[in-house]
Each structure stands twice: as C-alpha cells, then as structure tokens.
C-alpha cells in the first residue's frame, strides 16, 4: 500500500466521526491521539507510553467499555508518560460520543498496511493527511498550511546548514523545519555525527512557537514521525505568544523561515514584548519587526511569507520596512500568484533578507531590491490548477539557486537576456529598484510593473468569495492606516 493509499483510507474514516457531529479539524486532532499509540507499538517504542495505557490495551477493551477506558487514557497521558506524549495529549478529550465510532477506528486502523506505511515515511503519511485537511475550506485549517512545494523552494534557496539555528516564530504544523530537516539530511550524513554533534543537532537547531494549542499538537506528532527529537521546555515545538515575552524563549536565529498568520493581533492589542521598538496590530507587520529583530549577526538570513498589506501599509508599516531596509539586504521579494493558499483572495510574497557580514554597520544595508513577479498573467491556482515546482523553476533561474548570496551580475544578465529575446524588457517577471527609487515611493514596495491583462479579462476574473475576500482585506489595511495617522496625530491611542 502506498503512502498516498493508506492518507486517502485514513482521511475516509472521517465518514464514521461526520455522523457523531465531529468537525474536520476535530477529526485530524482525534486521529492524532489514536495514531500516536498505533505508531508507538508499531515503532517499538512503547517506553514513551506507561503500561496500562497503550495502542494493545486500548484494542483488548471490549466494545461496551472502550470509550470509557479511551476517556481515561487521554486524561492520563496529559501527565505520564514521556515529554512527547504528555504534550501531545495535553488537555486532551475526545469529541466521539457514540462507543460504536470509536470501535469502528481502532479496528480500521488497526487493519491498515502499517509495514508498507514504516517503509515509505511515517512522516510523509502524516503530512498527507495535513494536506488534505487544509484542502478542506471547512476544516478552516487552511491558514495554518503553507504548500509544500513553496516551502520546499524557500529551504533550497536559503540552503540550511548543520551550523545553522533554523527558527519559525509562527510553526503552524512545522512544516518549514521539517523541510530545512529534509534538506540537511539531504546534504549531510547525520548518521556519522558523533554523539555530542548527533545531540546538538537534534535539540539545537530546529525551535519553533505556536500559539493554538491544538495546531501545535499536531507539529509535535509532525515532527515525531520525521525523526526530529521533541523537548518540551527547551526545544521542538513551544508553546506561547511569540509577540509576547513568551516569544523570548526562543533563540537567536542564523536562518529564519515562516509564514505568519494573516489578520490583526487577537483582540485588537498590540505585541507586549518589551525588546520590541515598533508596535503595531498588524500582526504581520509586528512579525516582520521582530523577525529581523531577532535575526542572529553577521550573516544572519531569513524567507518569510506576508500578505501584501505589509509592503504598503503607512504609518508604522512605513517605519519597519525603513528600519529593516536600513538593519538588513532586503535583497528579493517574490511576488506569489493568489491561489496557492487555501485562504481565498490572499495576494502574498516572500521576502528574503539578510543581516550585514559587519555586525557593527545598522544603516544602508539595502542598495537594491529585486522584485520577481510571478502573479501577473498566471492562471488561477487552486484544486484544479495545482501550484507545483515548475512554476517557481524560472524564479530560482532568475534570482540564482543560493540565496545566502546575491548574484547582481547574474540576476542583470537574465534580465538583458530576455529582453533581448522577447524584445519587450517590460514583460521581463525580474527588475531591480534601487534603494532610491523606492525612497521616491514613499518607501512602498508594492512593486508592480507588468500588465496584467488576466486581471481585466472577465471571463478569467476570480470567484465571487475571492473578490469579496480581497475587498475586505484591502480595506482592512485601509483602515489601520487611517488609525495609524490618527495615533501620529495624538488623536487616538493605538489599540
């Protein structure tokens, strides 16, 4: 049975928990719980879970008292048991409600091809069933699911490293440190470290923050089943506010990767960690200040995902992209074709920026700013039209397969190149602006120079709910402008 069999026949149980009125996200966090024993007895390490409490113990239940013993065992494994298990069921319950649902899943999965599932990667069967869920616009986990195969560019142009301290402020299910894992593993032979590299590796590189409790259960389980060592105080996954001093039990990064989540900080406040200069509620414009904030010196690097509102956002949105022109190389930004997350209407890019090789020098550090637009004139992804690795294949042509430096040479010999070609330098997806030009914009980046004649064809214009979503995210962004010239003003408080 192939990996993409046993997700499909997993994800199908969901049908037995529809009728006992559990919603998808439910679903995937119920199946967390019943997975996790499955895996350790099929894994022999049934260490992590006391006796009493096992994927066996739970199976020789009989059908009348298996939801009750079920019931227990969550509440238990809460506090026994090993780091992992007692923070991946951690205030956990169980949503089923009728015995029959429960017994109808411990025997389909325990009747699912496990070998074949051990031998393709635990992890990749995990991950599919991620996948899957945040297809699903009622699960509403969407926002916390980056595609795979941007991630997967973002890790290969950033080029992790075993020196590296690889951080996501905003883990979601984990799925950049997995991959920056993935990557490494790739280009270094982890199994000939010795025994204190071998450690250092797996308890000192890879830290991420999640504030849904739920949503960082289900990172913990991710990065379980891809071999990564989980330390609930120190490492792994932590949980907390990383706007907030919580946020400081992170370190110091030498490589940032991460996709905030849209919108503004929940319930309207402002970051109250004190290391911060700039405050503001945009969430995202607050995780871009610390994120270069917090980005380790000299050499420093980071790919981040945001929403456009951050590269033209006045007010305070003006003064962090000045400071972080200023503290780093924001070097490229990829413009995103909307489509690719399963958030409707989301316009998004990623930005790559550096700290200077001088730790000492904090002014002027961005001389130049490539801009590569891959929205303008592309199809309109989603289910039907997937986002895959080709379409991002003439970026990294374009920008050079290693961003830990910038080729301008290169990048300007692509850009002469296709002009010369297509005899139109204005339909080349690549251009440069220099720091100047952009002071000219009043320190916008919104930078947008192709035609987009997709945009004004109606017979291609997106679906109603992806207007409406952009719509309101435009006048969102419109709205906390307007409050931040107000605060500027003195006549409101910024809240």
Known sequence: MSTQDLVAKLWNLCNLLRDDGVTYHEYITELTFLVFLKMVEETGQEEHIPAGYRWADLEACNAASRLEHYKQLLLHLGSHGSTITQAIYNNANTVIRKPATLNKLVTEIDKLDWYSAKTEG??????????????????????????????????????????????????????????????????????????????????????????????????????????????????????????SNEGKQLPQASLILANPPFGTKQGGGIPTRDDLVHYTSNKQLAFLHLMYHVLLGPGGRAAVV???????????????????????????????????????????????????????????????????????????????????????????????????RVDEAARQDFVDRHSRESGNPEACRLRSFSREQIRQKDDSLDLAWIRDDSAEDSASLPEPDVLISEALEEMAGAMQGLQAILVELGAAEEV
Not at 318 to 341: A, S, V, Y
């Open 122 to 243: 635990l992890g990749d069967m995990y991950e599919g069933l991620l996948e899957i869920n945040a297809t699903e616009k009622k699960s509403g986990a969407g926002q916390y699911f980056t595609p795979r195969v941007l991630i997967n560019t973002m890790v290969e142009l950033m080029k992790p490293t075993l020196d590296d301290i690889i951080v996501d402020p905003t883990a979601g299910t984990g799925g950049f440190l997995i991959s920056a894992h993935h990557y490494i593993k790739q280009h270094h032979d982890i199994n000939a470290l010795n025994e204190f590299d071998y450690d250092q590796y797996q308890h000192k590189t890879f830290f991420g923050m999640e504030f849904v409790p739920d949503t960082r259960r289900l990172a913990l389980m991710n990065l379980m089943l891809h071999d990564l060592a989980i330390d609930d105080r120190h490492a792994g996954i932590l949980f907390g506010d990383t706007l």
């Open 306 to 404: 945001l929403p456009d509102n951050v590269l033209f956002e006045s007010g305070t949105g003006k003064t962090i992209r000045q400071d972080l022109m200023e503290k780093c190389n924001l070097h490229t930004i990829l413009r995103l074709p909307t489509g690719i997350f399963y958030a409707a209407g989301v316009k998004t890019n990623v930005l790559f920026f550096s700290k200077p090789k001088d730790r000492n020098k904090d002014k002027g550090n961005t001389q130049n700013v490539w801009v590569y637009d891959l929205r303008a004139n592309m199809p309109q992804f989603g289910k039907r039209t997937p986002f895959t690795a080709q379409h991002l294949q003439e970026f990294c042509q374009a920008v050079g397969h290693d961003l830990t």
